[in-house]
């Protein structure tokens, strides 16, 4: 892994046409640190992760990513970047397996489990050799998730992370943040859904950011 990240924006603002999102957003964050970003549908929260993940351009104000003491470009925040949201899609020609293979060529994965371990944490053995059209909403989202927390990258975006499952899910979900306890930025974006991140030691609350 890493041995340091530090994520800083400064006066971050975006705007559609002439309609400002938000402006004058400030954030520091270092390896480690987990934050919330909350607020209601519609109000920017999600724009704000992209923006972090260099995937949205900021109208105003700068983003830095330095990874073990490198600035790293925007175009190359990718490589140490997760992130899963309700509208990422999975490919669902793959079987489960083949979908955990696949994402271990992506990107390595912490402590290198085995396919075998990971199904085994995700409770779908199974379901190890079955499409993954075949699966359930929540299936689908407990996949997503283990994938982005268990990936070797200097930040993790969880956007809704608790969508579409139920209260089993949550209850598994918040067991893999516990488990969790790698040095990587974690970034939260919630409907003020407590169970959704009330681990996180900050919060940014993006309405405060109206202009």
Aim: proline residues 3%.
């Amino acid at each position: 892994m890493m041995k340091s990240i530090n994520l800083n924006l400064q006066n971050i603002g975006k705007r559609f046409n002439r309609e400002w999102v938000f402006k004058g957003v400030n954030i520091q964050l270092n390896g480690g640190d987990r934050i919330a970003v909350l607020g209601s549908n519609g109000s920017g929260k999600s724009t704000i992760a992209k923006i972090m993940s260099g995937f949205v351009i900021p109208s105003e104000g700068s983003v830095q990513l330095t990874v073990d003491n490198k600035l790293i470009h925007t175009d190359q925040y990718y490589q140490y970047l997760s992130y899963t949201a309700p509208y990422l899609e999975l490919p669902e020609e793959f079987t489960l397996s083949e979908m955990v293979n696949f994402q271990r060529k992506l990107r390595p994965f912490i402590n290198a489990p085995s396919t075998s371990e990971i199904i085994q944490k995700l409770g779908m053995e199974k379901q190890m050799h079955k499409s993954i059209v075949l699966f359930s909403s929540g299936m689908k989202q407990r996949l997503k998730l283990l994938l982005a927390l268990i990936s070797e990258a200097a930040i993790t975006i969880l956007d809704e992370p608790t969508v579409n499952l139920d209260q089993q899910g949550i209850a598994w979900y918040r067991q893999l943040i516990t488990e969790c306890n790698s040095d990587k930025i974690i970034i939260v974006c919630s409907n003020h859904q407590s169970d959704e991140f009330d681990f996180c030691s900050q919060q940014l609350l993006i309405e405060e950011y109206k202009s």
